[in-house]
């Protein structure tokens, strides 16, 4: 009974811990004069892209910026591979 216990335990605080550690990759523009960028940023709460849409519009407007698409949602392993893509914009938002 203890080891099922813990197993439930531990199990509930890995849930949690990739709960939170949830990123999304995504495409932002500006107008006069045009910029487009792509970028990296962590996201809280669900790790889906209609969570990860509804932050990113409020943080990006918020410095002028216009969110076009998010492209996907993943955990820390997709980090490395999108890092030199996002440049400045790597975890910035």
Partial sequence: MKQIAVSLFLSLALAGTAHAQCYADYKAKQDNPLRLHYG???????????????????RL???????????????????????????????RF
Avoid at 64 to 90: C, H, I, M
């Fill in 40 to 58: 990296v940023a962590q996201v809280s709460g669900a790790c889906s892209a209609g969570n990860a849409t509804a932050q990113l519009r409020s």
């Fill in 61 to 91: 407007a918020a410095q002028g910026w216009t969110l076009l698409q998010v492209q996907s949602v993943f955990g820390p392993e997709g980090l490395d591979q999108r890092k030199a893509s996002a440049g400045q914009f790597y975890l």
